[in-house]
């Protein structure tokens, strides 16, 4: 159970994006996953991260075990072993305080030329949008 990432090779940044079998079966609210264990070095991307958890954004880090390419988990804290970071509207973590694991089919590539229009789809999302 995770999801395994390989880099599309196109310029500008891959993200995942939760599947409607990511909400039927892990219960997950629309999400999406930005590389951020790639970009964290970027002073812009993570002051874009805090400007996103200023703004009613919840931020947790989606992590790997093994293979550093795959998600396999995403913690309420923490930045050891991060793949990226789960970006929702929604508190994962009201009931339980144990790590949500991934399932396989519970995410699907995206692309963008900017990291920021990942928001912009996941603001549409949680608006009754469509991608």
Request: charged share 25%; net charge negative.
């Amino acid at each position: 159970m995770s999801y395994h990432f390989r880099d599309s090779g196109y310029p500008g940044e891959d993200y995942l994006i939760v599947t409607k079998k990511g909400k039927e079966e892990g219960n997950l609210p629309d999400g999406i996953i930005l590389l951020g264990g790639l970009m964290y070095c970027s002073i812009a991307f993570r002051n874009w991260i805090r400007e996103a958890e200023r703004n009613g954004y919840y931020v947790y880090p989606a992590k790997h075990c093994d293979d550093e390419h795959e998600v396999t988990h995403i913690s309420e804290f923490g930045f050891v072993n991060r793949f990226g970071f789960f970006i929702t509207k929604e508190s994962l973590f009201v009931h339980s305080h144990e790590d949500i694991m991934i399932g396989q089919g519970w995410f699907v590539r995206k692309h963008t030329t900017d990291f920021t229009k990942a928001l912009e789809v996941l603001e549409s999302k949680t608006k009754g949008g469509r991608d």
